[in-house]
């Protein structure tokens, strides 16, 4: 499991980071049971501060995503394929309806809209077949 930190994208690394692995686990990348990387592993893959990776763990340990397996680190918790299932739906829904609110504020009308969602979804479409 790789993952893909974009500073630019406008949420914080250990947001970043938490939702990765929470999409990770509704996947099926990250199953019930896996021990995540350690924080100082995690911190030097991605390349970010210790820091940062703690509190992206600690969140989803709050969360109920990850356990702390004593002496072997931390696990993906029983409850945690639901919980990210769930999560990465409330999760993207809020950042398609900032983006809708901005191409409204902005003056686009719903076919606009539409229009340029289509487009995006070529495009990705596009790129993950290359």
Do not use: W
Not at 87 to 111: F, H, I, N, P, W
């Amino acid at each position: 499991m790789r993952l893909h930190i974009d500073p630019s994208n406008g949420l914080p690394i250990y947001d970043q980071i938490s939702r990765q692995l929470k999409f990770a686990v509704a996947h099926g990348v990250l199953r019930i049971g896996d021990l995540v990387p350690s924080v100082r592993e995690l911190a030097h893959q991605v390349a970010v501060n210790p820091n940062t990776v703690a509190r992206a763990y600690r969140d989803l340990q709050a969360d109920g995503v990850l356990e702390t397996l004593r002496g072997e680190g931390l696990r993906v918790t029983r409850d945690a394929f639901a919980t990210c299932q769930r999560d990465r739906q409330s999760l993207l829904k809020a950042r398609l309806r900032s983006a809708v609110t901005e191409c409204r504020q902005s003056g686009l009308k719903t076919g606009e809209i539409r229009s340029l969602i289509d487009e995006v979804l070529k495009e990705t479409a596009d790129a993950s077949t290359s």
